[in-house]
Nanobody, 117 residues
């Protein structure tokens, strides 16, 4: 499984960005995908996850009501719509896919999101 993120950039506080994560390879084996982020000097943290079959979602408290995770199974792509961005949302955002058959997590290379105050 290969994952490629896109859509990061620089935005002012209150603005919006939409991240995309395109999966390729053995995508049929993935059952859950998620977005994580890592700010400088901090540990990587969960932002949101989604199951590919049922579309069930879960969000970190810090982004609830502002971020929306979604997926397009036909395009093997996951999205993160980020609204009302805050400077504390600044981080490198990573896409992750979980393959239960092998119990392996696959990661993308990350995309930088910078929110200016």
């Amino acid at each position: 499984v290969q994952l490629v993120e896109s859509g990061g950039g620089l935005v002012q506080a209150g603005g919006s960005l939409r991240l995309s994560c395109a999966a390729s390879g053995s995508t049929f084996s993935i059952n859950t995908m998620g977005w994580y982020r890592q700010a400088p000097g901090k540990q990587r943290e969960l932002v949101a996850v989604i199951t590919l079959a049922g579309g069930r979602t879960n969000y970190a408290d810090s982004v609830k009501g502002r971020f929306t995770i979604s997926r397009d199974n036909a395009k093997n792509t996951m999205y993160l719509q980020m609204n009302s961005l805050k400077p504390e949302d600044t981080a490198v955002y990573y896409c992750k896919a979980y393959v239960p058959a092998t119990r392996v997590d696959y990661w993308g290379q990350g995309t930088q999101v910078t929110v200016s105050s």
